[in-house]
């Protein structure tokens, strides 16, 4: 496409010998690079424009485009062109600067070479299309998934690669976008890479914010896990590393729900988890319920009155009962169904019969015997918690750390020993932190704390006495 440049060429170089040497990005790459409406954004303003100030100097020689408000140094990769703009992401005059590029080296290539495209070499090849090309040149992998989820997880691959070559620090809303949509995009059978796509998402908008719970040694390993999962998911255990559990059929059984606790995941979501234990099989089981299940409204509707409101909605399994009436009750689940972690579904066609009240004395000895911290894997960071109902006398040691925003102490069993636990700071906690510390002063003796049991901390979830079980997060 021909188009009025003011060409200042202050090296006197060989246009055409420059022309041949300027790298080419297809609309598929810039649009995978930044977004669509950035994109049309960027074309709007090359046709607004006119002519358009290219300026060719130094050794190697470098191409520097100048805009009414900004200008853009180009690289022989994407995330090498520099903009003088404020914006850290790649902004609308970098790609208005790639397009201008790749039409003047068109205009500009040498006789007979209209056709050709520059082909980068392997280091420069930092777009998602250009890394998908990459691979196919590979060896064949033992994939043992279907094709569209293989096609998926190089997608995801190619872009967090893009991003850890251009640096967590320049992400912005795009790259925040990208990541979302890859997110929903693998939310079938790539679950666990579509939360780690949603986390990191969650990240980048925490730092761009300013957020105090962006950690970014947390969001850095993050990336590499994501690449790292897919890598792995290869072999003959991609089936096992990417999907969540199905839950499985266990026909009835008989539980004691031990409270329940606010959960907020570090991608948005919000809920709460009632702590089952099943008294034949001898297990503790857990059962979620959602505070939303829309992303962009989790922000708004995880407040304390939120968290209130969903402990006492009756909406749970066939005869919708709520997590406040079955809480402390003895209670059975006919045909219900659990995952491998031990996650009970909300179906529908699971019916709760409730019983009488818990009797604290008649807690099995075996679920008060405090469990080592579950174990490190590093394709679930997350990993599985322990619980354990522990006999306490007294709470002793409350410290609030000011540093860490969070509340410490340490519950003393009938046996003086001492286990240190900690609830973190927040608005939806604040319940449960004045609670523990009205608990200084007073005698504990034959009261039981329902913990679970962290690689980080041991964290109290309710409290057992004589007159039933004491949620205090709600």
Known sequence: MDRNYIVINKENANIQAIAAMLPRFSEEELIAASNKGTYKRARKDIESSGSLNITFSGEPVKAVITFSDCEVTAGKALGEFMCTCPSKTVCRHIISAAIVMGEFAADNAP????????????????????????KKTEPKEDWSINPEDVLYLKEVEAYVTVILKKGLINCGISEQQSLMSLSLKGSGNCRRISALCRSAAADIESMNSRSSAFNPLSAS????????????????????????????????????????????????????????????????????????????????????????????????????????????KIFQLINYKADSKKRISSSKQTVCIIGCDLVPENISREISVLPSPPEYNYFSA?????????????????????????????????????????????????????????????????????????????????????????????
């Not at 056709?115 to 777009?127: C, H, L, M, R």
Request: hydrophobic share 35%.
């Open 382 to 474: 997350g990993g599985s918690d322990s619980f354990c109902v522990y006999p306490i006398s007294r709470v002793d040691d409350i410290v609030f750390d000011t540093s860490q925003q969070v509340l410490k102490f340490t519950l003393v069993s009938p046996k003086e020993n001492a286990v240190r636990c900690e609830i973190i700071h927040s608005q939806v906690n604040d319940m449960a932190e004045r609670f523990i510390e009205l608990l200084a002063e007073k005698d504990m003796s034959e009261h039981f704390m329902v913990l679970r049991i962290t690689r980080k901390a041991n964290i109290p979830i309710s409290l057992m006495g004589k007159n039933g079980i004491n949620n205090f997060f709600f």
């Open 111 to 134: 006789s007979g070479k209209e056709n050709i495209t520059q082909t980068p070499s392997k280091k420069e090849k930092t777009s998602p299309e250009a890394f998908l090309e990459e």
């Open 221 to 328: 390993l993050k990336l590499g896990r994501i690449i790292n999962t897919v890598y792995a998911a290869s072999g003959d255990r991609g089936e096992r590393l990417l999907r969540s559990d199905d839950y499985t059929d266990q026909g009835n059984g008989k539980f004691i729900c031990l409270g329940a606790y606010p959960y907020r995941t570090s991608s948005g979501f919000a809920g709460i988890t009632a702590l089952l234990y099943e008294t034949e099989k001898k297990e503790f089981f857990t059962y979620g319920s959602g505070l939303s299940d829309i992303y962009d409204n989790t922000a708004d509707a995880a407040s304390k009155q939120s968290f209130k409101k969903q402990f006492r909605r009756n909406c749970h399994w066939q005869n919708e009962v709520s997590l406040e009436t079955i809480s402390g």
